[in-house]
């Protein structure tokens, strides 16, 4: 084993310096102070549990995401939390059983086998909140609304929310019986945007003509306002259910609207995002210049149906190191240099404990070396008077 091998990390797997830890630290305090006054109760999930508790109701795709491990007391087979909304499910069905609706919030780091993009980690703090106990626009509109404020927050100053309802899709497969290696298929196409291979496999393979047409025709709903009523044109004899898919849909975003009209809002109709876990309307945010969602969720309801207790939820989650990285702009360098030798100077003692309690970073030079300061956070010195006092002023070279 060479040097090199002794500290190189996995792929995937980033380690957080200074001052950067320091700047994802603060986000995380001004995040969790948000939630909190949005009425959201912090909780802290375990980093592992037994399996048949973390993957229930998840689906296949967090089950591939997940690191499996034997729990040297019982045998049994645990995973590493890769996603932390079905441990707060847990919480909320199991653990808390509150009658009326409740409100979670969250900040964890979590382990996963494989990222979600190229640019993603296997290690992300997420950092989110769930809303139990309700279903109906007013929930969606809620949580849709903290996210927009978290993204506002964090320091974005444009973002694009993409909504979807994954009901639609699912009502129209349940009328075009098809197989189930058909389904994959044509979900796979619909994944992938392939509109000749959809149109190709619902030719083939959906014998109502009726059905077919509107698969193929929601491939292509996407768009601004005028696809909501294009939608309700073109997939007028689809099933009552998709009818009021549009209508939350429409009604979530005109809310959305209402409170936030620098939110630029796209539909996407067939956007399949966890669709073998959610359960109806879906959403991402992004910003300009990066090509992945800074932030997700959806509605997932009766996810804790399985713990015996069935309710409505939804809610959303972000990479806390992501949305720092791309959205901070704060000043790191904002300390103040105290000089080395003084130490039996009274007057600067007092200088710097004041500072210090004032919430300003103060930090000592070490006799007989050579510091750099913006090394250590800093950008003032402490400067003694003729009168003998100590003022604060920036720093004109290196220390």
């Given at each position: 084993m060479t040097i090199a091998d002794r500290w190189l990390l996995p792929d995937g797997m980033e380690e957080v310096l200074p001052p950067q830890a320091r700047q994802i630290e603060s986000l995380r305090r001004e995040l969790l102070d948000l939630f909190h006054c949005w009425g959201y109760d912090l909780v802290f999930p375990p980093p592992a549990e037994y399996l048949e508790s973390l993957l229930t109701g998840s689906g296949n795709d967090l089950d591939l995401q997940t690191f499996k491990?034997?729990?040297?007391?019982?045998?049994r087979l645990m995973g590493v939390a890769a996603d932390i909304t079905p441990q707060v499910a847990r919480m909320d069905a199991h653990s808390m059983r509150r009658q009326g609706p409740a409100r979670f919030c969250y900040c964890a780091n979590v382990l996963r086998t494989k990222s979600n993009n190229m640019l993603g980690s296997r290690s992300p703090m997420q950092v989110g909140a769930e809303l139990f106990g309700h279903a109906?626009?007013?929930s969606d509109s809620e949580i849709l609304g903290l996210m927009i404020a978290a993204l506002g927050t964090a320091g974005a100053e444009k973002?694009?929310?993409d909504l979807g309802h994954v009901g639609i899709y699912r009502a129209l497969i349940s009328e075009a019986g098809l197989e189930a290696d058909q389904e994959k298929q044509l979900f796979n196409a619909i994944l992938?945007?392939?509109?000749g291979d959809i149109d190709q496999i619902v030719a083939r393979d959906v014998a109502n003509a009726s059905v077919r047409g509107m698969i193929s025709r929601l491939a292509r709903l996407n768009g601004g306002f005028e696809v909501l009523a294009q939608a309700q044109i073109e997939l007028a004899d689809a099933p009552t259910s998709v009818k009021e898919a549009l209508d939350s849909v429409e009604q979530t975003a005109k809310l959305i609207q209402s409170q936030y009209p620098n939110v630029e809002i796209n539909f996407d109709l067939s956007e399949l995002r966890g669709y073998n876990y959610h359960t109806g309307m879906v959403f991402a945010a992004y910003?300009?210049?990066y090509g992945h969602p800074v932030a997700q969720g959806g509605r997932y309801d009766e996810a804790g149906k399985v713990f015996g207790r069935a309710r409505p939820a939804t809610g959303f989650s972000?990479?806390?190191k992501t949305l720092a990285k791309l959205l901070r702009d704060n000043d790191l360098n904002n300390g103040v240099m105290a000089p080395a030798g003084f130490s039996d100077d009274e007057e600067l003692l007092c200088?710097?404990?004041a500072l210090r309690s004032e919430g300003t970073r103060v930090v000592y030079a070490m006799p007989g070396q050579d510091i750099n300061a913006s090394e250590m956070g800093c950008d003032s010195e402490l400067v003694r008077?003729?009168?003998?006092?100590w003022v604060v002023e920036p720093i004109n070279q290196i220390f």
């Open positions: 491990i034997t729990d040297q007391l019982t045998g109906g626009v007013e973002i694009y929310l992938q945007k392939a509109y910003i300009p210049g972000a990479d806390l200088t710097v404990r008077k003729d009168d003998g006092q």
